[in-house]
């Protein structure tokens, strides 16, 4: 069976076994691309986050396509999504694509949370597993940024390009840095979680916790079980009704494949290899997005996103049920010459990014042509 948000996850050990992710169906391997380089790790000293804690030593992983020019000036940010990792954005790279990386210098972040960057499972005491704290975007992003200017040496992006996670880093960069990008694109992904997302994801926290093995998150082995009952429950908001009625996921399996098949994938094999606390701390980081929380805005998010300076490519998908277009329009009302572009895809949140080839070439195609328009 192949499913298509797998390859939006990209573990370690999903890397080369399909092309795109939740997918099982064998497929033939995809040749190493000649511009990819390993990964990078930016460490920081003494990292505090908005929670009031300090990480003696806060690890970013990331990964870079292309090469830096001598004036440091043609770089493109990728923040990544949920426990995703720095490969999570090549459906955007390439020859007719938006990303041309024989021009332009990319840089994929890695999420604190996911495993490899500063996370619960990889972190020391008195920090380890369920005593790691809250991330918040903006300790992502403060952290990034930290990444850019000291590590790299660039002090002003072309753009940065975010899916779901990555757009809730996208408008918090253009909250925080306001001119630090000449351009934002945000797919699928708000500037706030507004109350019901956060009513989904304690559901599928609930959901994994309930395993008697969790422990309180002080486990012994993992909670199969627990992450079981999450990954059913996420996989109810993952695409819309109409993809599960319509049985789209029938154009990524073998024939034959029947839905208790699809179905029971998705149970067992939704992010394999993850960590139970890394899965629960990224939903937290998500619950509590909000750039309205920002320093010098009060918790009002209008007043913030009135803010944004940088022009905003933001790409809703139609039929996200994570982040509804209705949340999109509401905030693009309040954001200075936002393109509000929504995807017309029945994909759910997926859409934004590219999980078939129809979803791939709309977003690809309005990208290309926001991202060559003339600077202001």
């Known amino acids: ?81 949920y426990m995703a990792d720095r490969h999570g954005y090549e459906w955007l790279m390439g020859p007719g694509k938006a990303l041309d990386t024989t021009k332009v210098f990319l840089v994929t972040s890695e999420l604190f949370g996911n495993g490899h960057s500063s996370s619960p499972s990889n972190t020391p005491e008195p920090f380890h597993g369920p005593r790691f704290p809250v991330m918040t975007i903006r300790d992502n992003v403060a952290a990034v940024h930290q990444l850019l200017v000291n590590d790299l040496k660039i002090n002003h992006l072309r753009a940065i390009i975010g899916f779901s996670m990555g757009a809730q880093q996208a408008f918090q960069w253009a909250v925080s840095y306001p001119t630090f990008a000449d351009r934002l694109v945000a797919t699928s992904g708000t500037a706030k979680t507004y109350p019901h997302g956060i009513v989904r994801l304690e559901g599928q926290i609930a959901a994994l916790t309930a395993d008697a093995a969790f422990q309180n998150g002080d486990y012994t082995a993992p909670p199969t079980k627990g992450i079981e009952a999450f990954s059913v429950v996420w996989t109810a908001w993952l695409y819309s009704q109409e993809w599960w009625r319509l049985e789209l996921w029938k154009a990524d399996n073998k024939p034959g494949t029947t839905f208790e098949q699809v179905l029971h994938e998705y149970r067992t094999h939704f992010i394999p290899g993850a960590d139970a606390n890394d899965l629960i701390l990224q939903m937290r980081t998500w619950e509590s997005n909000n750039v309205g929380a920002t320093t010098g805005f009060g918790g009002n998010v209008e007043k913030a996103l009135r803010s944004i300076k940088a022009p905003i490519l933001y790409m809703p998908s139609a039929t996200d049920l994570y982040f509804p277009l209705t949340d999109a329009r509401y905030e693009a009302a309040f954001i200075p010459g936002v393109v509000l572009k929504p995807i017309p895809s029945l994909w759910g949140h997926t859409a934004g990014a590219a999980p078939n080839p129809a979803d791939a070439k709309f977003l690809n195609d309005n990208i290309k042509q926001f991202l060559a328009q003339p600077r202001r």
């Open 1 to 81: 069976m192949r499913h298509s948000f797998r390859s939006l996850l990209l573990l370690v050990a999903l890397l080369g076994a399909a092309p795109a992710a939740l997918r099982a169906q064998d497929a033939p391997a995809t040749p190493p691309r000649p511009d990819r380089t390993p990964p990078h790790v930016f460490t920081i000293p003494n990292f505090r986050t908005e929670s009031g804690t300090t990480l003696p030593l806060a690890r970013v992983v990331y990964g870079t396509y292309g090469h830096l020019n001598a004036a440091h000036d043609n770089a493109i940010l990728l923040p990544s999504h």
